[in-house]
């Protein structure tokens, strides 16, 4: 976890500045000159000859689209940490020691994906040793998402968030950017993070990512064709400190639900954003009853499988879903379970749902809500269409202590 290395100056491009002219230098020996441009610089600390010129990490991508929009679905606070594996890379942040999000990024999303762990001494014999070994560190995600859209084609304008004051309602599949309805067409398995990037530019942004080693900045090498101008970025990274954990016990799962990610996605978008917490109330099945008039008479007083009930201070607001394979896909629930969280802890999930095709919602008999986002390739290999998806993103929420 980079121990032993002190923290390092606040984000700053060694070749571009983003957003303003950075961070004042802390003294003389922090500052260099390039190009009459003045700014703070990490000093970088020796490493071993056999592996100097061997990078921790490696990985490129022809079109950054996709990338951004993962890491925009954890984008609710600014620094996140990022844990290198062989299979991919995890950014994890965390809120109010409440919420914890993490979005798993494999390496199928990179055209090229090469990861070199900084012990020469390790080896991996399995997929656990791959997941151990692994290297850690923060970075600012603003600065990062910024640098990917340094050439305004990074994509994410479509994004109707609540809380925004409008009663406002994402696109829906087949609506053009015009908001007429169109004409259903195959869109290759991408789904909607098509409407997340924000419409089908002809423009497209490469990148080239490395990362030295502890104490190294992550650089980023932009371009957005073969002809046209590059930029440089080199984002300061920091010490990985330790973040909430929230394991899910699978043996103390009380609700289980799998559903698209459309029906969960437009109910919350009808929600008023003065909402204060929000309810997931769920009741087993019905039992079969061979007796058809039984059944007749049950529906009056049939109780919805899953109810989601909003409460403000204008009042409550209620949405039932009905016991329907085309609604719910799997529903586990043995007992009646009812548990609140608070509604701008799940508002924070809303940027990886829009752009979601199914969510996993999953409680334990403490309250603790599970939230996994299947994330649609933007480019399935051949023969291969979504069989192994290359992205999720999943939300842990602690619930309220309404006793």
């Not at 899953?306 to 403000?312: E, F, K, S, V, Y």
Request: glycine share 8%; proline share 6%; net charge negative.
């Amino acid at each position: 976890m980079l121990a032993g290395m002190g923290r390092w100056p606040e984000p700053i491009f060694v070749k571009i500045y983003v957003g303003g002219s950075g961070t004042k230098p802390r003294n003389d020996n922090d500052r260099y000159k390039n190009g009459g441009a003045v700014g703070p610089v990490a000093v970088k600390p020796q490493r071993s000859t056999s592996y100097a010129m061997q990078p921790v990490l490696k990985a490129s991508v022809h079109d950054v689209r996709y990338f951004a929009a993962l890491l925009r679905g954890v984008n609710f606070v600014n620094r996140a940490t990022i844990t290198v594996t062989k299979r991919g890379f995890i950014a994890v942040v965390e809120e109010a020691r409440t919420l914890l999000g993490t979005a798993y990024i494999f390496s199928d999303v990179f055209d090229e994906y090469e990861y070199n762990s900084e012990s020469p001494s390790s080896t991996q014999d399995s997929a656990d040793d791959e997941d151990a070994d692994n290297t850690a560190f923060e970075v600012p995600l603003n600065t990062l998402i910024e640098c990917l859209n340094i050439f305004g084609t990074a994509g994410g304008a479509n994004y109707n968030a609540v809380g925004s004051g409008r009663h406002t309602r994402w696109k829906n599949v087949g609506d053009n950017d015009d908001g007429d309805g169109g004409d259903d067409v195959d869109d290759g398995g991408r789904g909607r993070i098509q409407q997340f990037f924000g419409g089908s530019s002809e423009k497209r942004t490469g990148m080239r990512m490395s990362y030295a080693g502890a104490g190294y900045p992550l650089t980023l090498l932009l371009a957005e064709d073969s002809t046209g101008p590059t930029t440089t970025c080199e984002i300061s990274t920091y010490d990985a400190e330790p973040h909430l954990e929230l394991p899910f016990d699978l043996e103390k799962m009380v609700l289980k639900i799998i559903l698209k990610s459309e029906w969960l996605r437009d109910a919350l978008s009808e929600l008023d954003p003065s909402c204060e917490k929000l309810t997931f109330i769920g009741n087993p099945p019905p039992r079969e009853d061979p007796s058809q008039k039984q059944k007749a008479k049950s529906r009056v007083g049939l109780k919805p499988m899953l109810r989601i009930q909003a409460t403000g201070t204008f009042g409550s607001t209620e949405m039932d879903y009905p016991n329907d394979r085309d609604v719910l896909e799997t529903f586990d629930c043995a007992q009646t379970i009812s548990f609140s969280y608070r509604f701008t802890h799940i508002s924070r999930t809303l940027r990886a749902l829009q752009s979601s095709t199914k969510t996993s919602l999953r409680i334990d008999d403490e309250g603790l809500l599970s939230l996994q986002f299947l994330m649609p390739s933007p480019s399935p290999k051949l023969g291969k269409r979504d069989e192994t998806p290359a992205a999720f993103i999943e939300f842990r929420c602690l619930a309220l202590d309404e006793e």
